[in-house]
């Protein structure tokens, strides 16, 4: 089993900046993914950012050039900085990892809780 913990989240003005951070543990043999997501009342959840094995950052396009995200595999960790932060940013931020367990060729996926980010007009 994987763990996830995610912090960072509140309230700002339009404009502003937050840093979410997730930090994953438990029976990880190896990190491949990591990425954030949010949803919002009555919209589908959406990838905002993700680290994939090898590869560089992706984002949805509504958020280039304004958040960036970063991973730390020795630590088991992943961020995001999220300036310019507008209105429409507002969701529930959700922490997503793919790890692979020992023993097993399998990937599996976890979410942490969410943590709420209220960008105010």
């Known amino acids: 089993q994987v763990q996830l913990v995610e912090s960072g989240g509140g309230l700002v003005l339009s404009g502003g900046s937050l840093s979410l951070s997730c930090a994953a543990s438990?029976?990880?043999?190896?990190?491949?993914?990591m990425g954030w997501y949010r949803q919002s009342p009555g919209k589908q959840r959406e990838l905002v950012a993700q680290?994939?094995?090898?590869?560089?950052?992706t984002y949805t396009d509504s958020v280039k050039g304004r958040f960036t995200i970063s991973g730390d595999n020795a630590n088991n960790t992943v961020d995001l900085q999220m300036n310019s932060l507008k209105a429409e940013d507002t969701a529930v931020y959700l922490c997503?990892?793919?790890?692979?367990?020992?023993?097993?060729?399998?990937?599996?996926?976890?979410w942490g809780q969410g943590t709420q980010v209220n960008v105010s007009s």
């Open positions: 997503n990892v793919v790890v692979g367990h020992r023993g097993t060729a399998v990937r599996y996926g976890y």
């Open positions: 680290i994939t094995s090898g590869g560089p950052p």
């Open positions: 438990g029976s990880i043999f190896r990190l491949y993914d």
